[in-house]
């Protein structure tokens, strides 16, 4: 058995929990992502914290174990999804409580925080300091406060899983993220065969130059890949929504198989293949979904689970060109959040 079987294996075992949950109509990738009615609680072996980051590090240095910094609101469904899915299995807390102590932020919260920089901050200004989009987020900090790996919204528990290994077996200093977890999702092949189509996609050959679309406005670009059980549920669900298209059609659209060799030339004119892309961008999880403004700079991202109500606001908030004013669609959101 070589180095990886035993991650690869214990990877596998828990995505076949998540295909007998498919099975069951109980999908971790689906569900209600309006907000909760109800306020959220942490789980109980969170660690208590004065939110002096140096000091938790420390802490955590004394016990041998990293640090998750865990952002969150107490009405995000994203959150519940992600505690009923990944820290209510048993294996999971387990695990992380092995090897991590876990910080909880309150994206919302006006508790005082010291920042690794020693810098003061309320919990809302340090989660838009660090560029939070989404609740949940999860920052991963080794022994000596380096950011080991970031998890920009919920995961599901094969990947979550595969996150908590990677940076605790110290594999981040050695390669990335997408390609630790590609030889997970390689064993499992779960999903359609194809990629799945929309009306709104663009047709190759794909120049995104902005010297060929001087007068472009914002642009989307979907990276894909076959096999993806995510791919499909959003193809089922928010891409089908009339509400999701009719936004979608302020946007130029290209979906990219990011296995693929298709030829793409860039926002910056760069002549390259999709699969060379993606890796550049440093693409971990299908299906990721990148905003550019009309000048080619990126806005943000979405890299993982989202449903209706999230895309919405994102493709408002990003059409709207309100990230000029706004920093970070949390930010901007926060506006209709409750305190």
């Known amino acids: 058995m070589n180095k990886y079987s035993h991650i690869i294996l214990s990877i596998v075992a828990l995505f076949s929990i998540s295909y007998s949950a498919v099975a069951t109509q109980d999908d971790p990738l689906v569900f209600p992502d309006q907000p909760l009615t109800e306020r959220l609680t942490h789980p109980d072996w969170f660690n208590l914290s004065f939110l002096d980051l140096p000091d938790d590090l420390a802490e955590a240095n004394k016990k041998n174990r990293g ?22 299995k048993k294996d999971i807390v387990a695990y992380t409580q092995k090897y991590f102590d876990v910080i909880a932020i309150d994206v919302l919260g006006m508790r005082p925080v010291t920042g690794f920089d020693n810098k003061k901050y309320t919990e809302k200004q340090y989660a838009i300091a660090q560029k939070t989009n989404f609740t949940p987020s999860l920052v991963f900090y ?20 595969a996150a908590l290994e990677y940076v605790s077996d110290g594999h981040y200093q050695n390669e990335s993220f997408k390609n630790y977890l590609a030889r997970a999702e390689a064993a499992m092949n779960f999903g359609l065969n194809d990629l799945n189509q929309h009306d709104l996609f663009q047709k190759p050959p794909f120049n995104l130059s902005s010297k060929l679309n001087i007068n472009q406005n914002h642009s989307l670009i979907i990276f894909e890949r076959t096999k993806c059980h995510s791919c499909d549920v959003l193809h089922a669900g928010p891409l089908t929504s009339p509400e999701i298209n009719s936004l979608l059609r302020r946007f130029k659209i290209i979906r990219l198989d990011m296995q693929s060799n298709t030829a793409v030339t860039t926002h910056s004119g760069q002549n390259v293949t999709a699969k060379q892309w993606a890796d550049k961008l440093a693409i971990n999880y299908a299906p990721t979904m990148l905003f550019y403004d009309s000048t080619g700079k990126e806005v943000m991202r979405i890299e993982s689970v989202v449903g209706i109500f999230r895309l919405r606001g994102v493709l408002e908030y990003v059409a709207s060109k309100a990230y000029i004013k706004y920093p970070t669609f949390l930010s901007w959101k926060q506006r209709f959040m409750k305190n």
């Open 67 to 88: 640090l998750i910094l865990y952002y969150s609101q107490g009405f995000c469904p994203y959150c519940k999804a992600f505690i009923k899915n990944n820290w209510e």
């Open 142 to 161: 080794d022994n000596k406060g380096k950011q080991a790996l970031k998890l920009n919204g919920y995961r599901p528990p094969y990947q979550f899983r």
